[in-house]
């Protein structure tokens, strides 16, 4: 990105998210979002995200299959790679749907990047800008175009796709404005078919723009911030003039290191470092159906599921991620296919029998929490169980499935989240708060 000039819901209580986020906040009575800043994200059947935590790198160019089996070796397991945008430096020739399968089957994670429109009052003077009068229009024009790009490479909904916005000059009003507007309308645009939302921005240049509007009800909030800060800090807190309650569940990464060469495995890279607990591209796995006998495919994890289709011994299916289900064969995994449907993992060639298998993630829809204060997270589906620590505003509620519990607010829907801990439905932004949001199954 910056190798070339400047490319680079509220009645539960809110006790402990101070110190949660590390300072204090006040809890504000609200009702939940219907639109503006936590926009419903609405996932299509067989839809799930993925996220990452750990070291990255970008390139200007997607690198050769050969370089990334052979960067196996260095301490990155995702990469970055620009699928389009009007604005998109390099080519990308080696950018296919096959090349995301062979990546993927390596453990790679990706962080799709879509280099669209840019500041009037920033970015390269070549570059194609946004228009303030038309901003709205052309996010979702960027959106749209965006999922075509990601889909043409296999990238499933559910993943999150990054707009690259480069650094500009923020005292100009009407093109901060039209900056906070074109996201607003691509966040919106990807939530409606089911993608998450993710910016790029200079942490000096753009991205105390974003922050704040983080509460405002005028623009759609991003579920990830990704920042360009070229200090050599790893840290994905403290970034000056963001707070920490902000982006806070696994929704932050920073690129700290710009354009340098690295050589690992023999092959040398001209790359920017990055740090990431964030969520990438969701990617179907391909394995094979290893029983004797024909394989139903049920709508949810347990032999009591209905019984949607059969799949032939032998066949191939498409993996999207695991959950837990109902014990078969010594094994309680069960995987999501990309129709929606569970098989046990038992009767799938993936690497292990009786757990989860790499590079497969777990099941999961993340929304964003509504109220303005934040809500409390339970150890059970209700107000009268034990609170186990609270999700900020904005905060993503990774949901594996949902259950009923208490009545809060005309639902008594609850969601578990992958931490294991609750949240009333009442409070995320999903397709409905008062009952049960699909593809999301049941616990």
Same mark, same amino acid.
């Given at each position: 990105?910056?190798?070339?000039?400047?490319?680079? &819901? +509220?009645?539960?209580?809110?006790?402990?998210?101070?110190?949660?986020?590390?300072?204090?906040?006040?809890?504000?009575?609200?009702?939940?979002?219907? $639109?503006?800043?936590?926009?419903?994200?609405?996932?299509?059947?067989?839809?799930?995200?993925?996220?990452?935590?750990?070291?990255?790198?970008?390139?200007?160019?997607?690198?050769?299959?050969?370089?990334?089996? #052979?960067?196996?070796?260095?301490?990155?397991? /995702?990469?970055?790679?620009?699928?389009?945008?009007?604005?998109?430096?390099?080519? +990308?020739?080696?950018?296919?749907?096959? =090349?995301?399968?062979?990546?993927?089957?390596?453990?790679? &994670?990706?962080?799709?990047?879509?280099?669209?429109?840019?500041?009037?009052?920033?970015?390269?003077?070549?570059?194609?800008?946004?228009?303030?009068?038309? !901003?709205?229009?052309?996010?979702?024009?960027?959106? #749209?175009?965006?999922? !075509?790009?990601?889909?043409?490479?296999?990238?499933?909904?559910?993943?999150?796709?990054?707009?690259?916005?480069?650094?500009?000059?923020?005292?100009?009003?009407?093109?901060?404005?039209?900056?906070?507007?074109?996201?607003?309308?691509?966040?919106?645009?990807?939530?409606?078919?089911?993608?998450?939302?993710?910016?790029?921005?200079?942490?000096?240049?753009?991205?105390?723009?974003?922050?704040?509007?983080?509460?405002?009800?005028?623009?759609?909030?991003?579920?990830?911030?990704?920042?360009?800060?070229?200090?050599?800090?790893?840290?994905?807190?403290?970034?000056?003039?963001?707070?920490?309650?902000?982006? $806070? @569940?696994?929704?932050?990464?920073?690129?700290?290191?710009?354009?340098?060469?690295?050589?690992?495995?023999?092959?040398?890279?001209?790359?920017?470092?990055?740090?990431?607990?964030?969520?990438?591209?969701?990617? !179907?796995?391909?394995?094979?159906?290893?029983?004797?006998?024909?394989?139903? @495919?049920? &709508?949810?994890?347990?032999?009591?599921?209905?019984?949607? &289709?059969?799949? /032939?011994?032998?066949?191939?299916?498409?993996?999207?991620?695991?959950?837990?289900? @109902?014990?078969?064969?010594?094994?309680?995994?069960?995987?999501?296919?990309?129709?929606?449907?569970?098989?046990?993992?038992?009767?799938?060639?993936?690497?292990?029998?009786?757990?989860?298998?790499?590079?497969?993630?777990?099941?999961?829809?993340?929304? +964003?929490?509504?109220? #303005?204060?934040?809500?409390?997270?339970?150890?059970?589906?209700?107000?009268?169980?034990?609170?186990?620590?609270?999700?900020?505003?904005?905060?993503?509620? =990774?949901?594996?499935?949902? $259950?009923?519990?208490? /009545?809060?607010?005309?639902?008594?829907? =609850?969601?578990?989240?992958?931490?294991?801990?609750?949240?009333?439905?009442?409070?995320?932004?999903?397709?409905?708060?008062?009952?049960?949001?699909?593809?999301?199954?049941?616990?």
């Amino acid at each position: 990105m910056s190798r070339f000039p400047f490319r680079i &819901r +509220q009645r539960l209580g809110i006790a402990g998210l101070a110190a949660a986020v590390g300072g204090a906040m006040t809890l504000v009575l609200a009702p939940p979002a219907a $639109a503006e800043p936590a926009t419903s994200i609405t996932y299509p059947t067989g839809a799930a995200s993925t996220r990452y935590t750990g070291p990255a790198f970008d390139a200007c160019s997607a690198p050769s299959l050969d370089a990334m089996k #052979a960067w196996k070796e260095s301490p990155y397991r /995702a990469v970055g790679v620009y699928i389009g945008g009007v604005n998109r430096t390099c080519t +990308q020739p080696r950018l296919t749907a096959s =090349w995301v399968t062979e990546v993927s089957k390596l453990g790679w &994670r990706l962080l799709p990047i879509y280099k669209g429109l840019q500041p009037a009052c920033g970015a390269r003077a070549q570059d194609e800008k946004i228009t303030p009068g038309s !901003a709205a229009e052309e996010g979702k024009a960027a959106a #749209a175009d965006a999922i !075509a790009a990601a889909t043409a490479r296999g990238m499933l909904p559910g993943s999150a796709l990054y707009n690259d916005i480069e650094q500009y000059t923020s005292p100009d009003s009407t093109c901060r404005n039209s900056v906070l507007t074109y996201l607003s309308a691509w966040t919106k645009a990807l939530h409606a078919r089911g993608y998450l939302s993710g910016v790029y921005m200079n942490l000096n240049h753009g991205a105390a723009d974003l922050s704040a509007v983080y509460g405002s009800t005028s623009h759609a909030r991003p579920d990830a911030l990704w920042i360009a800060r070229y200090d050599g800090s790893t840290s994905l807190s403290g970034w000056s003039g963001i707070p920490d309650s902000q982006w $806070a @569940a696994h929704q932050r990464a920073k690129q700290y290191s710009n354009s340098h060469d690295e050589t690992h495995g023999g092959v040398k890279i001209n790359i920017d470092s990055n740090q990431l607990d964030a969520p990438v591209a969701t990617v !179907a796995h391909t394995y094979t159906v290893t029983s004797e006998a024909v394989l139903k @495919a049920r &709508r949810t994890p347990s032999t009591s599921g209905t019984v949607v &289709r059969s799949v /032939a011994p032998g066949s191939s299916v498409a993996v999207v991620c695991q959950k837990p289900g @109902a014990t078969v064969g010594g094994t309680s995994v069960w995987d999501q296919l990309s129709d929606g449907t569970f098989v046990s993992d038992h009767y799938v060639s993936t690497p292990s029998k009786t757990g989860y298998s790499a590079p497969l993630p777990r099941c999961a829809h993340p929304y +964003q929490v509504t109220p #303005a204060g934040g809500v409390n997270q339970r150890t059970g589906p209700g107000t009268s169980y034990a609170t186990a620590g609270a999700l900020p505003s904005g905060a993503l509620a =990774w949901t594996t499935c949902q $259950a009923p519990g208490t /009545a809060v607010s005309g639902t008594s829907v =609850w969601n578990k989240l992958d931490s294991g801990h609750w949240v009333s439905d009442y409070y995320v932004a999903n397709a409905s708060n008062t009952t049960y949001s699909k593809p999301v199954p049941r616990c």
